[in-house]
């Protein structure tokens, strides 16, 4: 039985989210941010906690038409190694498959090789690059995985 719960991101998650964010990023988004997402319609938010509540890892991800777009997944420090990344990106992926979506889309910092690693492993492929997308000027590479995209949707509009 695995010591982490998976439950929906909730308003009283939003500290320990920030205390995370400035753990783990060198660009954190702010609180507000994640109040907006949890708010906003077409969205998945999903934390990963701990035995005692305690925040391990995190995912936030928006639905952009038929592909959900990763915004934001996250382990804490600590808890790395462990395979929660791994855990929140097949939840994410059968959330997909129950709603009838196509793709998830990602962006990946370049320099972070090991996410890049963990997604490719998962079948994920590299589909273009957002020059300077973060902050800090560093590219980010769009990686995305198919899903349900067996026949073109085409309504003849």
């Not at 010591?3 to 500290?15: C, I, K, P, S, Y």
Request: glycine share 10%.
């Amino acid at each position: 039985m695995s010591r982490f719960t998976e439950r929906v991101a909730l308003r009283g998650d939003q500290a320990a989210l920030e205390e995370a964010e400035r753990e783990c990023f060198s660009d954190p988004w702010p609180g507000r941010f994640f109040a907006a997402e949890m708010e906003g319609s077409r969205r998945y938010c999903r934390v990963l906690v701990d035995a005692g509540g305690q925040l391990a890892a995190y995912t936030f991800c928006a639905w952009q038409f038929l592909d959900l777009h990763v915004l934001k997944i996250a382990t804490r420090p600590g808890f790395r190694r462990q395979g929660l990344a791994l855990r929140l990106m097949e939840s994410a992926e059968a959330y997909v498959a129950r709603e009838g979506g196509e793709t998830v889309t990602l962006e990946v910092r370049r320099s972070n090789v090991g996410a890049q690693a963990l997604y490719s492993a998962i079948g994920y492929s590299y589909a273009g690059t957002r020059p300077g997308y973060y902050a800090d000027g560093e590219d980010g590479l769009v990686m995305t995985k198919m899903f349900n995209a067996s026949e073109p949707r085409y309504d003849g509009a």
